[in-house]
């Protein structure tokens, strides 16, 4: 998934950002709530984590903002306080759920799936494409019942073909969702990542789940 955390703590974001990483997403990191406020309506989020106490906007404004824009991308906020009013506002201004500092990474991590799940129904919380598995909770793939070893960045790339199974998705929103939107490499890195999936999933299993579309990206085929 891709992720937007607005948390001016540095450590604190710098912490999240190599752990959500570490679990496969693409994550960007807003200093202020201006900032936050920016990205998420420039760019396309599965889930944003998003801290209350904020320089230049608070994060019941930057999420109130949002709603007020029809903007419905779930919202995970956090917070040092934990008075029940602040819950109160936090969930009336249209957050989905609410994470009182400190808390577990885990638990940090499941809550982000769970809202996603809830956010979007067509994010089912295990990914099943003919004989392919993916389970993000788990961080496991399988195919036909064998477990396949994957980098976490294959695991991001290979999650984002199975919620989009059957479509042609271009080079460009697979580099926007499974890297950061501020990635600076050469965008041949996502045929590269395709050849590393296809030497996995595909060629030891006689498959050719992932298609080249010409002129267009890649599909993961429905149906063998």
């Known amino acids: ?3 937007l955390v607005v948390e001016d703590e540095v450590k604190l974001a710098s912490y999240l950002k190599r752990g959500l990483e570490a679990d496969g997403h693409a994550v960007d990191i807003a200093g202020d709530g201006e900032e936050g406020l920016w990205l998420a309506r420039n760019q396309s989020y599965d889930v944003i984590v998003l ?3 904020l320089p230049k906007r608070n994060g019941f404004q930057v999420c109130a903002d949002l709603r007020g824009e029809s903007n419905w991308t779930p919202i995970l906020m956090l917070t040092a306080k934990d008075g029940e009013f602040d819950i109160e506002e936090a969930l009336d201004t249209g957050a989905d759920d609410y994470l009182t500092k ?7 991590s499941a809550r982000i ?6 956010g979007a129904p067509e994010r089912p919380a295990v990914l099943e494409v003919d004989d392919l598995r993916l389970d993000p909770a788990a961080h496991t793939v399988e195919r036909g019942g064998t477990e396949i070893k994957v980098t976490a960045k294959e695991f991001s790339l ?10 042609a998705v271009r ?4 580099l926007n969702a499974v890297w950061d939107w501020d990635f600076e490499g050469d965008s041949n890195v ?8 296809r030497r996995k999933i595909d060629d030891p299993f006689d498959r050719a789940s ?15």
Do not use: C
Not at 102 to 108: A, D, G, R
């Open 171 to 174: 080079k460009t929103n697979i």
């Open 51 to 53: 801290d209350i106490m």
């Open 158 to 167: 290979l999650e984002f073909l199975m919620r989009h199974s059957g479509e």
């Open 210 to 224: 992932i298609e080249t579309v010409r002129g267009v990206g890649y599909r993961l085929r429905v149906g063998r």
């Open 1 to 3: 998934m891709r992720l």
């Open 113 to 118: 799936r769970a809202i996603a799940r809830r």
């Open 102 to 108: 400190p808390f577990s990474f885990v638990v940090l």
């Open 190 to 197: 996502v045929e590269v990542y395709i050849g590393y999936l």
